[in-house]
């Protein structure tokens, strides 16, 4: 391992210690290296503008982060055990090419600020794919509800209730992708502060330029305290998780509902064939795998929020237990956001089966429009609601799944959907 950037002479380190605290930490540092070294840039920046290094020695740190970044994404170098974490790669890195200049890039900061600024610079990207991939689904469920709508029988308790339609399920899924991507948008708002600056976490005896870094990387404001910029780790990676596993929870209905509709019993619905699997045993088989992982894609994200909520009964200030929130917010948003990515080809492509929808619709699910048909015309309601429930399984003389929808006419009470206010609702997120 190259130098430890901590080592006291006389101190041995002890192998098995040292595997305990490196964990798979430097390998979890990849995801964030690129981030890591734009912030680096905007602290060397920073340090040139208040004189603590000077302009040249500036540009050529720059120089050589920017070879970095190159020589990482191509592969030619490699973040592994080498080193204690990404942090010191980069230090290493930049002394071995630069001497002074690259003992110097650490003046002023702390690998606690260095990573708190990688992970809120990730996460607003990720937070920013969060919104792309639920505006996305919405504009599919949307323009699929502005199809001919087909009768669906509507559902509570998984008992048939009401005439529902394909229409109303996507109008349904729409709504729900715009709340999602409208969370993604308000969570990516408040977690765009700047910590970088803060240090160790109560800030350092310079005149730092933080409203310079801000802007450099492109942060709305900057985090004021330094004891909060600690205080908020765990934090903002929770609120994330947040705002992700409430787009996956409502994915996880609509997978629920797919993988009923594609049962022989119910028979609604057919998969493009991509997006099933096959028995090893059963060769009659056609599996709805992929539905069955998007639904369990919530599980992977509550597991994710679950353990850093756990890790954050913390004291003030940096604790070496705020490490493993790493692991689980890269996890965590990763597998989430690679389930909502195939979600809108999914539902463009899924096919209805109008026949067997239409023969699930039977004439008592007519029965809640005939009790109010005739509360409407002066009865009271919970009389005609008697009179309904007797007669139940005559309630569909002279009804049709197309009438019973047409009549469903108060504002956003369903069959009218709504297609026009939903897409400006979206169009108003675009972007
Ligand atoms: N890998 C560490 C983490 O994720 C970086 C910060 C280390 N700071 C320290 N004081 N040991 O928390």
């Not at 993988?259 to 057919?270: K, Q």
């Not at 429009?369 to 509360?375: F, T």
């Amino acid at each position: 391992m190259s130098d430890l950037l901590w080592q006291k002479a006389g101190v041995e380190t002890d192998a098995r210690i040292m595997r305990f605290l490196a964990g798979n930490d430097v390998l979890l540092d990849r995801e964030f290296f690129l981030h890591d070294i734009t912030a680096s840039k905007a602290h060397v920046e920073g340090l040139a503008r208040i004189g603590v290094i000077s302009t040249d020695e500036a540009a050529a740190l720059e120089r050589e982060l920017d070879t970095l970044a190159q020589d990482f994404r191509s592969g030619a170098f490699v973040l592994d055990e080498r080193y204690e974490d990404g942090h010191s790669a980069i230090e290493a890195r930049l002394t071995e090419r630069l001497g002074d200049a690259g003992r110097r890039v650490h003046t002023g900061r702390s690998r606690n600020d260095q990573v708190l600024v990688a992970t809120r610079l990730w996460l607003k990207e990720k937070l920013d794919a969060l919104a792309t991939h639920c505006r996305a689904i919405a504009a599919v469920c949307l323009e699929r509800a502005a199809q001919p709508a087909l009768p669906l029988p509507g559902y509570t308790h998984l008992q048939r209730a009401v005439v529902s339609s394909t229409a109303m399920w996507f109008a349904g899924f729409a709504e729900a992708f715009i709340d999602n991507a409208l969370r993604a948008r308000q969570t990516l708002g408040w977690i765009d502060a700047n910590p970088l600056g803060t240090a160790a976490g109560y800030g350092v005896n310079l005149p730092l330029d933080r409203e310079y870094t801000t802007t450099a990387l492109g942060f709305a404001r900057m985090q004021l305290s330094p004891i909060y910029a600690q205080l908020s780790r765990g934090k903002f990676e929770l609120a994330a998780l947040e705002a992700l596993a409430s787009a996956l929870l409502d994915l996880r209905r609509l997978a629920w509902d797919l993988s009923l509709f594609t049962t022989a019993e119910f028979g609604f619905v057919s998969l493009p064939p991509e997006y099933t699997t096959g028995s090893s045993i059963m060769p009659n088989k056609r599996n709805p795998d992929v539905v069955e992982l998007l639904r369990a894609s919530y599980a992977t994200v509550a597991a994710a929020r679950c353990e850093i909520e756990q890790l954050l009964s913390l004291p003030t200030g940096y604790q070496r237990d705020l490490q493993f929130s790493k692991g689980s917010i890269f996890h965590g948003m990763t597998h989430g956001l690679a389930a909502l990515e195939l979600a809108p080809d999914l539902l463009a492509r899924m096919h209805w089966n109008q026949p067997a929808m239409r023969a699930a619709i039977e004439p008592a699910m007519y029965a809640t429009d005939v009790a109010i048909e005739q509360a409407a015309a002066g009865v009271p309601f919970r009389d005609a609601y008697r009179a309904a429930a007797a007669a139940a399984a005559s309630a569909g003389e002279g009804r049709t799944p197309e009438r019973s929808l047409a009549e469903r006419v108060s504002p956003g009470g369903g069959a009218d959907v709504r297609l026009e206010e939903l897409a400006s609702r979206l169009a108003s997120l675009t972007g």
